[in-house]
């Protein structure tokens, strides 16, 4: 019996030899799981990182809003079927708005109730094919539009003369108008062939608060890459085409499709349209799974005349008012903030462990550049200042971040065999050949 332990080393050192041999033969199946596991050893690590100061759910978050009311304040939706006021400053999140049991993939506030300085709507896009409400201030339920004959990714609320309409757009490929005060379905409008992913009003079509006189012009971006315009009111919303809506000096380009309805800026999926306020121009730019962003040129037909490449899908773009960086969201877990007129990257903060999924942007006073607010597949809620004194330290912080993990990854690793057993696998392995 004495020589039972080194017996059973030497089947242990066998059995590991013959895992060797089925790596090696077993091809893609085991490097998947290897790479698979690698992965998941890498988030569990990152994931105790504290970068962009992280407020942190129990549940995965697919949007974010500003809360238009409170600089210091948004609005998240949640796989969970929860959407969620946070206060940045104070990091209470103990305002829940409840009810669905499905995941919320769109958010929208109303305009101010007339009757009250603070209240609004909130309406929450979900995957059971109908969009819930709230009042955002006794977080009551309201009004439960149902209509979608799938799930609801986009909502807006627009504003004509003293009516407000809901506009929600879903995975049905089709984009409803409602009443807000009924909750009835005023029309039905067709033209994406798959679904709708966004949906944004043209700043052109309303005035200084968001108004429209007698309609409103709204883009919508649909998954089978195609963006269209429609012009929206009570009584006969319609498809407009992209075309109608190019300025007398810009002519059609060859970025609209035959009809010269669809504009077809991308290769695939569109997830996002952005609208910057100070752009009187009315262009605007977009976030594609085509793992680019795009800066659209009315005036010239809508062209792009910047293309900024990412490693990956690109969920999310917005642009800083006050330090004139575009900033990305990126499914390789980065947001990224860019130079739009070199198009050159200016620093990629990488705080998040899964995919980055939306972002907004947060003023912090008149002078001051703003704050990028980003959430996640991992549960976070991270911020990220654009002063240049902030980008300089983030820089300096992840170059030194990098240096570390260099060091670490050039240590040798500590073999799970004493001297004995590889000695004995070794000869093992020498036999075999």
């Known amino acids: 019996m004495a020589g039972a332990p080194r017996y059973e080393q030497l089947i242990g050192c066998r059995m590991l030899y013959d895992m060797m041999v089925r790596v090696l033969d077993g091809h893609k199946l085991v490097r998947l799981e290897a790479s698979s596991l690698t992965d998941a050893a890498r988030k569990a690590k990152k994931s105790k990182n504290n970068a962009g100061d992280p407020i942190r759910l129990k549940s995965k978050i697919l949007t974010i ?16 079927g929860t959407a969620r ?9 103990a305002q829940v708005y409840t009810g669905p049991a499905a995941p919320l993939a769109g958010l929208a506030l109303s305009p101010r109730a007339a009757s009250s300085s603070s209240e609004r709507t909130l309406f929450a896009g979900c995957w059971d094919k109908t969009i819930w409400s709230w009042s955002t201030t006794s977080r009551a339920q309201g009004k439960r539009f149902i209509g979608h004959k799938d799930f609801v990714k986009a909502v807006i609320c627009v504003q004509i003369a003293e009516r407000v309409l809901l506009v929600s757009g879903g995975a049905d490929a089709q984009i409803i108008v409602w009443d807000v005060i009924s909750g009835a379905k005023l029309h039905t409008l067709k033209g994406h062939a798959r679904g709708v992913l966004d949906l944004a009003v043209d700043p052109l079509s309303v005035d200084e ?9 709204v883009f919508s971006a649909g998954s089978e890459r195609e963006i269209r315009a429609w012009q929206i009111d009570a009584q006969s919303p319609r498809e407009i085409g992209m075309n109608s809506l190019l300025s007398e000096s ?4 060859g ?6 309805a669809a504009l077809l800026a991308h290769e695939t999926s569109v997830n996002r349209l952005f609208f910057p306020l100070s752009d009187a121009s009315g262009d605007f730019w977009t976030a594609s799974s085509d793992k680019t962003a795009k800066h659209i040129v009315r005036s010239r037909g ?6 900024l490449d990412h490693p990956d899908f690109v969920r999310d773009v917005c642009y800083d008012e006050a330090s004139g960086y575009i900033v990305t969201a990126c499914r390789d877990e980065g ?7 070199s198009g050159d990257l200016v620093h990629c903060f990488d705080g998040h462990f899964e995919e980055v999924t939306a972002l907004v942007v947060l003023g912090r006073g008149v002078g001051q550049a703003g704050e990028i607010v980003s959430v996640s597949i991992d ?7 654009l002063g240049k004194e902030e980008l300089q330290q983030a820089k300096e912080d992840a170059k030194k971040e990098q240096q570390e993990s260099q060091i670490q990854d050039e240590k040798p690793k500590a073999s799970m065999l004493t001297e004995e057993e590889e000695r004995e696998l070794a000869e093992l392995m020498e036999d075999e050949e």
């Open 65 to 80: 809003i500003a809360d238009p009311d409170d600089g210091r304040g948004v609005y998240v939706a949640e796989s969970a």
């Open 85 to 93: 006021r946070i206060s940045l400053q104070s990091q209470n999140k």
């Open 209 to 217: 608060f968001g108004r429209g006189v007698e309609n409103v012009k």
């Open 250 to 253: 810009g002519s059609s380009s």
């Open 255 to 260: 970025a609209l499709d035959d009809t010269g």
């Open 302 to 307: 809508w062209e792009a005349d910047t293309v």
């Open 335 to 341: 947001v990224r903030v860019w130079d739009p007129t």
């Open 379 to 385: 549960g976070t809620i991270r911020r990220w200042g």
